[in-house]
């Protein structure tokens, strides 16, 4: 049998009427925002509509891919004791002192509960399918956990051998050199944690985390005031450099720049 | 139960360079094509615009452009001896998906290979002798098709890009500023070369001086305002340095968006659909035909699309995948080096150097995709090997492609990866270091090769690719005896210290190295060594074309992409002069 109409759900793009009124449907049909419904479009591998595309460019107004950022200032991931635990590690993996901003100091902990409560952390883009033998180093990432899951059974892993090891303690209240000690041992595999949680693959993800959260920019929550930029010198989110290409070995004076401009510049209040 | 859909003259798998210049091509000349592109639409106005296209954390770290590897993956180990598993997550190769794919996200470093790549076996054997082609269970070919043949369509491609660039060979005449050592080209690149900044200029100096030639990276960042014979329009680079990973939103990189999608979009004689996942290309009972291909969109429903001309326009490792789940040529066993299919998998052995100094600021984040200086004077047989143990080489590249901190912050040798140590490390040198990428061959053997999984599967239920490799002895020797050319480079420039960063094994599917994988669906002369002919035609199924590096017999110490290009534009090219009249192989077997 032939069909050339594939599907009732195919978005034909011939009309960009057509695609609004799509894009409109999306949103009444129970997804919140047109937001979502751009982000259906664009970060679409998962399920975005099928759409059929002929005659002119599509495009469409208000379907601009505008980056998540983070909002709100309260805790959404972690629970009390997760939050003293990571305040603790990540600044001792970046600490504060008169050259630039800790990793505290830089909102970095806020940073990582927004992505661990986020897309991120939910696993997207990880492959997560079983089975799940144990790997060779060279094999990278061999867990069933999504970093969210991750961080949880670490921290209570960590705690635990911190425990036993240091007379009941909690690695939050572990003096600096003692935390050290231990990020140390996670870092080079030494200790063992149980429940399926392998110390250096936990390590690498929160050493990484913690440098995302420093030099992203600020509107995912970290990098406050830019700090950690001015502290190296980047300028941030400049678009053009054309007149310092062949100005060897000047300073380039831009103070750095976020998405969202920089003080200096006036916020509106809405 | 798929739903038969009306046929089409040519339906192309996968939507990137290829698929772009394939359906180009063939509208051109009146066919009626489809693409199929298992991912979203993208263009620059909507979904890398200049207002946040410069976001770090989104494209590079969270993937925000590469393939989702929750619906499929593939899996990975380093010899035939180990259990493969899935790579759960992008690190060594970032993979693309969507319109335009990894043309979107690519440097635009735009190379040819030296006319002695494409004889591999046959130069170096004569040259060096059988055991420089042999040892180590090296499995190097001829292409089949030589530099002369394939210069003609490097010029279509550098006319479609506007290419940037200083040509070092015209027709045979050495021309000064450019690469002395390139093969001969019939024209002057369409753009000047990109302006240098301090970095790529202070490597040029060194690399002078201890006579080496320099000159600027050929690159499709563009030097200026160019308008390609399309019609469609690309503007100046402003060295934003958010490129590799990254979309452009300035209309300053070549793209398949920036460069044909315009023109080809409005052709009657051409339809897109994205969210369209090609599941297997459907043959005669004989196996000597396909009919078209099946596929499945993001709905669920499957289809039949039934075509006179399939072309797989996808990434090496899906065409390659596509070819075996089809049952399409024999698969390669490594034991008996029988078969075709997955053979000749080939990467790109990658190492670097990092110089440092107190007394001079490099300004990293002024950068592009291809914004360096290089020399050429150690890849390919650009140098007398005699006495070295390898074949094959690599270019070495005062590059600065941008300074994204989360990435690029270069440190000290002996600095811990964290603390205060680290953080005071950082702050000191991220303005005055910078790199040196050396770029390097990746010689093919027995055991590197490509095959379907027997345990793990994709989100349709189809065996996941599978990939055995590792570097081999060959090619960590050409990459010490570079690092240790780039490393005098690296002193003549009297920095305060250097890090040299060598290549070893095993193979580590984690950090970034590159997103050049090759081999797989290999041409060459004949149908008992190779998956295609030169015109990249399967050898078993005359109607199917494979596009793209899985035709590479080994890797080159170039980028890929204007290779894959301009083998497109010669096998376009044929199936117009000869096969659309006489449709059946091209090359005897």
Redesign the interface.
Known sequence: MTDERESSDALDRTGVDLHRRRLLLVGAAGIASTAAAAIAVHDGELGGPAETIRGEMPWAPGSADSPPGASGSDYKYFKPAELAFIEAAVDRLIPDDEVGPGAVQAGVPFFLDRQLDGPYGRGDHFYLGGPWPKGTPQQGYQSRFTPAQLYRAAIEAIDKYVASEFGGSSFAKLQPEDRDTVLRGLESDRIALGGGVEAKMFFDMLLQNTKEGYFSDPIYGGNKDMGAWKMIGFPGAHYDYLEWVERHGERVPYPPVSFKGRPGWREVKK | MS????PVDVVLVGFGWTGAIMGQQLCDAGLEVLALE??????T????????A?????YM????L????????LT???KVS??A???????SFLLG??VGSGGVHWNAQIWRFLPTDFLTKSHNEKRYGKRAVTAGDLTVQDWGITYEELEPYYNQFDLLCGTSGKAGNLQGKIQSGGNPFEGPRSMEYPTPPL????GP?LFGEAAARLGRHPFPHPTGNLSRAYTNPLGAQLG?C????FCEKFGC??YSKASPQTTV??YL??K?N???????QVLKVELTPDKKRATGVTYV???G?E?FQPAEIVILSAYVLHNVRLLLLSGIGVPYDPDTGDGVVGKNYAYQTMSSVNVFFDD??I?P??GAGAHATVIDDFNGDNFDHGGLGFIGGAYIAGMITG?R??EM?YTPQGTP????Q???A??KN??RSFNFSIHGSSMSTRGNYLSLDP??RDVHGNPMLRMTFDFSENDLKMSDYLTDRASEVARAMNPREIKANRRSR?????PYQTTHNTGGAIMGVSPKDSVVNKYLQVWDVPNVFSMGAGAFPQNAGYNPTATVAALAYHSAHEMLSRYLKQPGPLVQA
């Not at chain 2, 402003?238 to 340095?241: F, I, L, P």
């Open positions: 739903k038969t859909l009306k298992r991912g979203p639409w993208r263009d106005p909507s979904d890398f615009a200049t207002g946040f410069q976001d770090e954390l989104r770290w969270r993937h925000h590469f393939q989702n590897l929750t619906y499929e993956t990975i180990r380093n180990e259990d598993l899935p790579m759960r997550r992008l690190g998906t969507g302006k240098q900044t301090y200029t100046a402003t060295y934003c340095g939103g300035n999608l315009p979009l409005r009657q051409f339809t897109l659909k994205t969210e369209c969109n993001s709905a429903e289809f001079k600021i300004n984040f002024i300074g901190p989360i912050i990866n964290w603390g205060l680290w953080k005071h950082a702050a991220y303005l345990t793990y095993p193979w580590n599917v984690t």
